[in-house]
């Protein structure tokens, strides 16, 4: 059987039409028709016509069943693969032996079956008219072919068989540098790197029996130059002459250049040239080993950094941490890694030295970095605090060798600046504690297990308590109730207390608006929240809008108490953020007042509503001494502001503070602080029946 034609194949077409076609084909003796299939694994011819058997001499039955290598002596292994390709209709010249054995020049066409089982060969003699006129036009075909290969920008060569080239494109002889005469042949092979020939023959070796083959390979240039390449080979067979290849050439010397620079940028720092932080990790851990020794960091900190940036300008700043690298390069051993950390911060890393040897070379270092540098006219000095680290059994791994010997520098800061310091472990143990508390405080807050409690407040006018402080409380699953001393400070250093203020902004007016849907008129009317120094800044204003709109409420809910220290930090700021928030309508109080150095001149003008008189003060009232308290309150009420007396623990304090003045007392003795469910409760049970008496303060509930 033959390949059916797509016309013939379609249903439409008569079965006598079919019929009359296919027994054309098979009686015509000008048109030369076999067939092939694979049979036991080996291709043989099936069927043939009477114009193959006429061509070849073969009578049917001798065609049958016979390999088609018997007809095609001159293909072998692979180049038999090219001609019955799966994909594809192949053309080819070849001698096809006849039934006498003597060879006979012809062109075969192969065309797969739809199925890919089986291959239609059409035959044409070599000696008939039409052969000439499909050569005319091959021939056309290949000087097209050639004309565009050779005015390809795509580097190409060709070989018709073995390493020998008989053909090079423009590109490739531009690439090189060289004349195609010079290349032909297998001169072509100068240009391969020596390093890289191996490599390139073995590809050419696998690509001559049959396969495909890709090797980087180093090209050499006439002027000396060098490109690096990736030529890409395919099979060539060339009837009558043998395997060969075709192989295009491509220039990745650009590419490998800008990758190796993108490389450098995401592992050194561009101003120094110094390896970054990724790279020094990266290099710590690759000869880092758990419990063996000799591997030490040293981390640098400039002493007075921020000075050279304020007065003489940043540009000043960059040319004094260039020259640091410089120098640190300069004094480090052979082998040793100098990298910039971050801002004015280093980390040398030495291998195969005890303590001593770190000290050591800090020491020089140390002294290397004091030599005067000329900045903006200015003879500056440099000095660094070190912190020296050298691995111990209890580093379990490279991040522990770099974070210990950053708390080494922080020891050495510590002590006093330009010190060399080798890491304390008592302190490191503490160090890294803090770190895990840090941690344990950043999730307790995105996770809101940071409670909220409420103390009531008493106007001394009539004993009641309109207001209450909200106080941040925080229980560790492990550790228990950790003190806002503690964990607050641990914020502020931490970069955590914009969010710790926001939950307890945003907590204490969600539990105000709840106590008004459970208490009504009998409700808290104000909370007092206490605002860190670090965020008397822009983002306060917004922070309180979004608390107090999210759930519903008016701006004179909220007292907003700002320490005394933190105000005089930058009082003209800190007047620019309190008159934007008196303008919104919270009102403002100065906590801990006294215990800080205010400028009266300053006082006078921040629009605050109320001073806090420290409990300190408030307790040394039992001992006869008002004076302070006295003076307060006093200065309070010439400016026209209310006062809340805080720490008040018995009766007794609370009659001598009304009877001073005091507007507001708060303290143990008269409530403690309580949930928010619990201050519903206590606020609950003092609610005044319609007609009765304003009740006194009483004592909390159990």
């Known amino acids: 059987m033959t ?49 193959a058997m006429h061509l070849l ?32 209709t192949a053309r080819m010249n070849l001698p096809f032996r006849t039934a006498s054995g003597v060879f006979t020049e012809c062109v075969v066409l192969c065309t797969p079956t739809p199925t890919g089982r089986m291959w239609n060969l059409r035959i044409v003699s070599a000696d008939n008219e039409q052969e000439r006129a499909l050569r005319a036009t091959a021939d056309v075909h290949e000087r097209r072919f050639a004309t565009l290969t050779e005015r390809s920008p795509v580097p190409t060569l060709l070989s018709e068989q073995g390493m020998r080239l008989a053909h090079v494109n423009d590109a490739f002889c531009s690439l090189v540098g060289l004349q195609s005469e010079q290349l032909l042949g297998t001169g072509w092979m100068a240009c391969i790197h020596p390093d890289d020939l191996d490599g390139v023959i073995e590809q050419v070796a696998v690509v001559l029996g049959g396969g495909d083959g890709e090797a980087q390979a180093r090209l050499l240039q006439r002027d000396g130059g060098e490109r690096r390449t990736v030529i890409r080979f395919a099979h060539l067979f060339t009837p009558g002459v043998g395997a060969g290849f075709v192989a295009s050439i491509e220039d990745i010397t650009e590419r490998l250049a800008f990758e190796t620079r993108l490389a450098h940028q995401a592992n050194h720092d561009p101003l120094t040239g110094l390896p970054n932080r990724t790279l020094l990790a990266e290099h710590v851990a690759a000869r880092f080993v758990r419990g063996q020794a000799g591997l030490a960091c040293l981390f640098l900190d400039l002493d007075n950094f921020k000075v050279v940036n304020d007065s003489l300008g940043h540009a000043a700043g960059d040319e004094l941490l260039v020259e640091v690298a410089d120098r640190l390069r300069a004094v480090v051993r052979p082998g040793d890694l100098v990298a910039r950390f971050g801002g004015d911060e280093f980390v040398v890393v030495c291998e195969d030295v005890d303590e001593d040897d770190a000290v050591t070379l800090a020491e020089r270092i140390g002294a290397a970095l004091a030599e005067p540098v000329r900045l903006g006219g200015v ?35 510590d002590g006093g600046k330009g010190r060399i310091t080798v890491l304390d472990h008592h302190a490191r143990a503490q160090a890294r504690d803090k770190l895990r508390l840090v941690a344990d405080l950043r999730d307790a807050i995105e996770r809101r297990d940071i409670a909220l409690q409420y103390q009531p407040i008493f106007a001394t006018a009539d004993g009641i308590s309109t207001a209450v402080e909200s106080l941040a409380r925080w229980q560790h699953a492990e550790r228990g109730p950790i003190s806002p001393t503690t964990f607050v400070p641990l914020a502020e250093e931490s970069g955590l207390i914009g969010a710790l203020g926001s939950l307890v902004l945003d907590e204490t007016c969600r539990q105000l608006a709840e106590w008004d849907r459970l208490l009504g008129a009998d409700a808290p009317r104000r909370a007092n929240v206490n605002v860190s120094a670090l965020q008397l800044d822009a983002n306060l204003l917004p922070l309180v809008v979004a608390a107090l709109s999210g759930h ?51 006082l006078r003008h921040l629009p605050v509503d109320c001073l806090k008189v420290d409990r300190s003060f408030v307790a040394e009232i039992a001992e006869g001494h008002t004076e302070i308290t006295t003076a307060v309150i006093a200065l309070a009420g010439s400016l026209g502001l209310s006062t809340v007396a805080e720490g008040v623990e018995t009766p007794e304090l609370a009659a001598e503070l009304t009877r001073l003045g005091a507007t507001y007392l708060q303290g143990f003795g008269l409530a403690v602080p309580m949930s928010g469910a619990g201050a519903a409760a206590w606020y609950a049970q003092r609610a005044s029946p319609p007609g009765s008496a304003v009740p006194g303060p009483r004592a909390p509930l159990p």
């Open 379 to 413: 003879d500056v000095r440099p000095h660094a605090s070190v912190g020296v680290t050298v691995q111990a059994d209890e580093h379990a791994c490279a991040d522990d060798l770099i974070r210990d010997c950053d708390i080494a520098m922080y020891q050495a800061k």
């Open 57 to 88: 001499g073969y009578a049917l039955e001798d065609l049958r069943d016979l390999p088609v290598a018997h007809l095609l002596p001159s293909l072998r292994g692979g180049e038999l693969k090219l001609l019955l390709r799966r994909e594809r």
């Open 3 to 51: 390949a059916i034609p797509t016309a013939i194949a379609d249903p439409r077409v008569a079965p006598e039409i079919v019929s009359s076609v296919f027994y054309g084909a098979a009686v015509s003796t000008s048109l030369a028709l076999l067939v092939a299939e694979t049979v036991g694994g080996e291709p043989r011819i099936t069927w043939g016509n009477e114009g």
């Open 552 to 602: 519903g409420l008016a701006p004179g809910r909220l007292s907003i108490e700002i320490t005394e220290s933190a105000l005089m930090k930058d009082p003209d700021s800190a007047r620019t953020v309190l008159q934007q928030l008196r303008d919104l309508g919270v009102q403002l109080a100065i906590d801990d007042f006294g215990t800080g150095y205010s400028s009266l001149a300053y």
